[in-house]
């Protein structure tokens, strides 16, 4: 009885010294806590160390293990990062896949610390979001990215940061980059993946074309083909941002984008000048991804800002005659052309620039779901409806998530804003001018104000050129007319992207 007592206050005693141990590691954690909140991360002067690689020499590996050192191997792994065999130190963190992903500086505007950066960006995503919801500028796209940004400058929240992996067997490739297979993953925040998934595969943009095309008539285009020069002109635009990058890289150095390699900077740019946000996202993530939000932002500003910028520039390159010019109704189409017309555009760029077939075929095979008629209605209604929204919210959040104040506020953000807003205007002017061009060689005139929705910003161009007509003849409707080079404009941009990323990949 007396061994049973005693073993039963040694297991008692044994018991009470480990809970006492836990209270004080939890009371430990509890002091912690307020390091842990979003104030103190507001205070924080540098990025966090998985993105800079800039981990305390007492995180990166015991003292004296560095004279362990074989000379003969590619160096020495730590947790955080290695040594090379020359005992250089590279920082970073293995993926969830074991690739090893190494830090790289951050550099932000005035060199403020990291903690006021994401204070700064709080409010200027909150106006974005007051634009989408009081203002109605593009509220389906500018709402969940103004979000998506806020939910990324959360200090601490980690709802953008990648997948890691941890305690797993490390070796090292012939190369001298280490990678590591069978350790532990640690899971990722959410928008990470929302991006991983939808804008590093491409697959967002393509399903957003689906339902721009399973929303989008090209009747008026087929009706009357040589609209289609008006939205070709309008891709002026593009490479006029293109080479203006082109120029801030030789000015300011091949390091302004970054990092990343002025000739695809200056295409993912450029691309901002189609006013096509879709096609911008699909070529900037295969080309420049680390410009994605500041591109996508650009983007989508502009095209929510059609109504207000198109007008000057259409009043001041034409006169009141010619905003006056009445054009004629248009045939009525027939439904076989209506359905041949995707096809044919899909073969052609199939046989010409296979590089767009991602794109150009997701748009038209949303486009033939709308033509083929109610055996395919389902379909239809899909793409144009519930695919597109839902696409539509994830899209937003993962460009959002590029909102993160280490890839925003910077210099380079300034020039593609910049760039992307003189793109656009440049863009308006040429459909514009090239409309008149047209009316010198053609008998059947063309009303100017028709070439400003050369620009891909579909349906709102067109929209806008018919009310700068009405403003002038309110029975002057020239909004079907306006849907041609519109729609000729959502195919041109993703052309261009086509041959941009053939050059540039």
Known sequence: ????????????????????GEWKETLGKVKNLAGDTGLSGFMKKAPPAYITGNFAPSERIDAGLLAGIDPH???????NGYYTREGKWVGGYFDDAGNFVAGHEVKTLFNMPYGVGQLIMIPLCLLMIYLAIVKGFEPLLLLPIGFGGLLANCPLAGVTAPAMMHDGMISFLASGVPVMSG?????????????????DTGVFPIMIFMGVGAMTDFGPLIANPKTALLGGAAQFGIFFALFGALGLAAVFGADFFGGVAPIKAAASIGIIGGADGPTAIWLTSRLAPDLLGAIAVAAYSYMALVPIIQPPIMNALTTKAERLIKMPPL?????????CFPLIVLLLCAILLPSAVPLIGALMLGNLAKEAGPSVARISDTM?????????IMLGLSVGSKLACEKFLSGTTLGILALGLIAFCVGTAAGVLMAK???????????????SAGVSAVPMAARVSNKVSLQNDQTNFI???AMGPNVSGVIGSAVVAGVLYTLCK
């Open 437 to 451: 061009l047209m009316n010198l060689f053609s008998k059947e005139k063309v009303n100017p104000l028709i070439g």
């Open 1 to 20: 009885m007396k061994k049973i007592l005693m073993a039963i206050l040694v297991a008692a005693f044994a018991f009470s010294a480990n809970a006492a």
């Open 479 to 481: 909004l079907m007319q």
């Open 73 to 79: 191997t590619k160096g020495y792994m730590t947790p």
């Open 384 to 392: 144009s409806n519930a695919l597109i929204n839902i696409v539509t």
């Open 331 to 339: 045939r009525e189409v027939k439904k076989i052309e209506k359905i």
């Open 183 to 199: 350790g532990i993953i640690e899971p990722g925040g959410f928008l990470h993946y929302f991006f991983k998934f939808g804008i």
